[in-house]
């Protein structure tokens, strides 16, 4: 018998099976979110495989077993890394793999001072992976009237 194997890499969006595999985890992930916030309206759920490989983001996958099961995507200006997306296909829920992400992209660039990220109001799971991460509550931010983000940011020793 096998063990699970289990490993993190950069994701290829020029790859349009990366791209699609990565929009269908993003869609059944997000949805969860919208599910626990109350609203649906939430840009990741508008995504195609089109905006993905448009969003100038850098994706980074978690496979189990060769299957994607989570993925993270961040970008980094200023010496500030802002994570965008956090996704853990509900099939992998509660196994780690969103702090493994997370871990993994804080370490990405010894330049980075700052680290960032927004999560739905309401998204208990998501606040309290940040806060357990170190991350401090920075405020809430207005998107309209039905919905509001919580951001959250981490300063690098």
């Known amino acids: 018998m096998r063990g699970i194997v289990s490993m993190i890499k950069r994701l290829n969006l020029n790859d349009i099976n990366t ?59 200023n010496h500030i890394l802002d994570i965008h997306r956090v996704a853990v296909h509900p099939e992998f829920f509660r196994k780690g793999i969103a702090q493994k992400l997370i871990e993994y992209v804080e370490n990405v660039d010894s330049n980075v001072k700052k680290i960032i990220v927004c999560t739905g109001k309401g998204n208990i799971p998501a606040e309290k992976l940040y806060l357990k991460n170190g991350y401090i509550k920075t405020g809430h931010i207005k998107v309209n009237e039905e919905v509001y983000l919580t951001s959250f940011e981490k300063i690098k020793q």
């Not at 994706?59 to 299957?67: K, S, W």
Request: glycine letters at 6%; a negative charge.
């Open 19 to 77: 791209v699609k595999d990565l929009l269908e985890l993003q869609v059944a992930s997000y949805i969860k979110e919208a599910e626990i916030i109350g609203f649906y309206d939430i840009p990741p759920l508008k995504d195609t495989v089109d905006s993905l490989k448009e969003s100038k983001e850098i994706f980074y996958g978690y496979y189990v077993d060769n299957v994607l099961a989570g993925m993270i995507s961040y970008k980094i200006y």
